[in-house]
C-alpha cells in the first residue's frame, strides 16, 4: 500500500474577515493554495470578544459550500430564506450556497473562548446553480471512535474503518466523496487511514506539531499549517511534542475551471458578472 508524503506545506496567515472577526487563514490565500475541490480554510481562536464580536453579518454566496465547524463557542445563522440554526460546540453547519444565499452569522456571546473553523468547498459546474440549502448538526450528531493507540476520531463528513468498525458522520452522499474527520492524539500516539488513490488530501494541524509519511521519512507539519498530501493509498501521522489535534480532508478532485471574485465562485468570467448583476438587482437567490 502506497503511504501518501507531505507534498506542500501552506503556512497559515493572520487576517480578518466579515466585520472585523481575527482568523487564522491556510488554504485560499491565492489560487496556488487550494487543494481541489477545497478552496478555503481558515481557523479562528481567541479569547478576546473584540476578535470575534463583531461577527459576519449578511453577505452573498454563490458556487459553493461552506462548512463551519464549532469547538468553543456559540453562533447564530441566519438567512435570507428564514432559515435560523445555533452553532454549537462540537457542532457543525454544512450550508450549500448553490444559485445564491444572504446570511449571517453572529456571535451569541459577548465574553470567553471563540474557537473553530470554517471550510470552502467548490460545488461542480452541473450543482452550482441549484438551489440553496443547509444543514444543522448537532454535537450529539458526529461519533466519536476511541482510537486502538489513544486518542480520538470525530467523523463529520464520509466514513473511515476503526478497529474494524465503521464509522459514518452525518454528512453523506455528497458528488465529490467528501472525508472530514477531527482527530486528536496522546503524545507520542499514531494515526493510519486508508483513502482514496484519486482523491486530494490535507492535513491542519491544530494543536502541536505532527510527522506525516512513512516511518523513516516523514516531514514535519508545524501548528496551525495545513500539510498537501501526495498521491497514495494511505496516510501515517504521528504526534511529536506532547498531544496533538488535526484535522484530515479528502475528497474526489473537480478538475474543473475556478473563477472567484469575493464570494462567488464559478466556471468563467461571464459566470461571474451574472452573479455580481444577479445580487445588485435582487434575484442572487
Known amino acids: 500500500m502506497t503511504i501518501r508524503r507531505l507534498e506542500q506545506i501552506i503556512h497559515s496567515v493572520a487576517t480578518s474577515d466579515g466585520a472585523g472577526v481575527s482568523l487564522r487563514r491556510s488554504l485560499g490565500q491565492s489560487p496556488s493554495t487550494r487543494v481541489d475541490p477545497f478552496l478555503m480554510l481558515d481557523e479562528f481562536s481567541t479569547d478576546d470578544p473584540d476578535d470575534y464580536i463583531a461577527g459576519f453579518p449578511p453577505h452573498p454566496h454563490r458556487g459553493f459550500e461552506t462548512v463551519t465547524y464549532m469547538l468553543d463557542g456559540h453562533m447564530l445563522h441566519e438567512d435570507h430564506l428564514g432559515n435560523r440554526g445555533d452553532l454549537l460546540p462540537g457542532g457543525a453547519q454544512w450550508m450549500t450556497a448553490g444559485r445564491g444565499i444572504i446570511h449571517s452569522e453572529m456571535p451569541q456571546q459577548e465574553s470567553g473562548r471563540m474557537r473553530g473553523f470554517q471550510l470552502w468547498i467548490n460545488l461542480p459546474a452541473a450543482e452550482k446553480m441549484k438551489p440553496a440549502h443547509y444543514r444543522d448538526i448537532r454535537p450529539e450528531e458526529i461519533p466519536h471512535a476511541a482510537l486502538p493507540g489513544g486518542g480520538e476520531v470525530r467523523v463529520i463528513a464520509g466514513g473511515i474503518v476503526i478497529a474494524g468498525r465503521e464509522v459514518a458522520g452525518p454528512v453523506q452522499g455528497l458528488s465529490i ?56 493509498e494511505s496516510v501515517e501521522i504521528h504526534a511529536d511534542d506532547g498531544s496533538a489535534s488535526f484535522l484530515l ?7 474543473e475551471p475556478v473563477v472567484q471574485y469575493g464570494p462567488f465562485v464559478m466556471n468563467s468570467r461571464e459566470e461571474i458578472e451574472q452573479a455580481i448583476a444577479d445580487y445588485r438587482d435582487n434575484r442572487l437567490v
Open 249 to 255: 480532508l479528502a475528497a474526489r478532485p473537480l478538475r
Open 177 to 232: 466523496e467528501a472525508l472530514y474527520i477531527d482527530v486528536r492524539l496522546p503524545a507520542g500516539g499514531d494515526f493510519t487511514q486508508v483513502l482514496p488513490d484519486g482523491h486530494s488530501a490535507f492535513v491542519y494541524a491544530y494543536e502541536a506539531s505532527l510527522s506525516i509519511g512513512p516511518a523513516g521519512d516523514s516531514r514535519r507539519l508545524a501548528a496551525q499549517d495545513a500539510g498537501v498530501l501526495s498521491t497514495g
